[in-house]
């Protein structure tokens, strides 16, 4: 079964460094990208932006780049989403998804399960 | 870039309705669209990609359809499982995909 497992919840404090993960399974690691997505509390989704594990090429929404990192260790078949100093706005769940057929009619199938980030003093 | 807008942005139907939601594009994205159903409390779920294909396992009741700009997808017998939010995606973009601000299905 192709799954991805997301690491639990985190409650941190604003200007703390934080680094969530995404382990995938039951398929080649390598084969797909990763992409990461932010869901705020009651919002909609939005695409923060994806990794290729074969090579780690990233590529970041204009709306995230700078403020977070995606990066991967594809001998652990695990990619990670971190943050150097957050804020009370990055209180949100983040789901990575693996994106199936990355260069034709790409979609994204399966997610994980969802991290919990909670921010606040 | 390209911006995705769903209507409605709710809607409450009864069981065995047919429900059409539509979402469109601000450029043509050809037939890159998929579309996603997030329950409460879950990761969103890929139901249809490709503008008109259904993902193994879904349901025969959701269809989607469309190309260009303008998409649809319909549940042709609104069941008490679906409810929950719809969202569209485009994926013409490999630099930044974009989701649509997604439709909420209640059961009346």
């Known amino acids: 079964e192709v799954q991805l497992v997301q690491s639990g919840a985190e409650v941190k404090k604003p200007g703390e460094s934080l680094r969530i993960s995404c382990k995938g399974s039951?398929?080649?690691?390598?084969?797909?990208?990763i992409s990461w997505v932010r869901q705020m509390p009651g919002k909609g989704l939005e695409w923060m932006g994806r990794?290729?594990?074969?090579?780690?090429?990233?590529k970041y929404s204009p709306s995230f780049q700078g403020h977070v990192t995606i990066s991967v260790d594809k001998s652990i078949n695990t990619t990670y989403m971190q943050w150097s100093s957050l804020k009370a706005s990055d209180t949100a769940i983040y789901f990575c998804?693996?994106?199936?057929?990355?260069?034709?009619?790409?979609?994204?199938?399966?997610w994980g399960q969802g991290t919990l980030v909670t921010v606040s003093s | 870039d390209i911006q995705m807008t769903q209507s409605p942005s709710s809607l409450s139907a009864s069981i065995g309705d047919r429900v059409t939601i539509t979402c469109r594009a601000s450029?043509?994205?050809?037939?890159?669209l998929n579309w996603y159903q997030q329950k409460p409390g879950n990761a969103p779920k890929l139901l249809v990609y490709?503008?008109?294909l259904l993902q193994t396992g879904v349901p025969s009741r959701f269809s989607g359809s469309g190309s260009g700009t303008d998409f649809t997808l319909i549940i042709s017998s609104l069941q008490p499982e679906d409810l929950g939010t719809y969202y569209c995606?485009?994926?013409?973009?490999?630099?930044?995909?974009?989701f649509g601000p997604g439709t909420k299905v209640d059961i009346k």
């Open positions: 995606q485009q994926t013409y973009t490999s630099s930044l995909f974009t």
């Open positions: 998804a693996r994106c199936v057929a990355p260069r034709d009619f790409t979609r994204f199938d399966p």
């Open positions: 039951g398929y080649i690691f390598t084969k797909h990208w």
């Open positions: 990794i290729d594990p074969s090579d780690s090429y990233t």
């Open positions: 450029q043509s994205i050809g037939g890159y």
């Open positions: 490709a503008a008109s």
